[in-house]
């Protein structure tokens, strides 16, 4: 009977197991599609796509099942940008905002600082030098994918494209928009018109 039970745990085990290594292997092999291929919007030859990550089967798929962003009210927001122009653009001074229904806009956050959402003690005075205190557990807010999937396009040549993701603290909700702003040609500084579509695609 002990082996038995010694058999069905190491199966157990060893599904588990499988099952680790099919996410990792589903968040490694991530690849972000065309703009198009998302809720999107074209001005000036530039077009700009983008898909909110609000499920659990999606964030697996991006940055694997141990990173809950959405259980610590982190959104993450897919972006790519296509440049159709003649010209390089100039992302240096993106500003990116996520807007709720009701007009609220919620900025960006860098990525370096989300292992520091969440923290019951954040903003009662009380400065907390370490991450979300989980003893006993990584913390699931320091997945280096956070870091290396975050949009880190600086320029972007003509004929390119560039995408990544953008963090927002907030939760989903219906009718939400993303806000883009402070693209420029360069070298001469024009500014491109700004990009506010709504991230729900019709197709989905």
Known sequence: MIRRTRLVTSSIAFIAALGAIAAAR???DFKAGRAAEYAHQSSDQVTIGAK???KPEL???AFGKKTDLLK???LPVLVVIENDRSKTLDLRDMEVNL???DGRHAPAVNPEDIPFLGNPRRGQGTQVPMPVPLPRK???LTGPEIVSRAF???MLPPGDSASGFFYFEAKPERGDKLYLNG???TPSGQDILYFEFPLANNRE
């Open 183 to 185: 693209l420029r040609e």
């Open 59 to 61: 964030i697996a798929q």
């Open 99 to 101: 807007v709720a229904a």
């Open 72 to 74: 610590y009210g982190v």
């Open 52 to 54: 909110a990550y609000d």
């Open 138 to 140: 990584r913390n699931p």
């Open 26 to 28: 589903s968040s490694a």
């Open 152 to 154: 880190a396009a600086k």
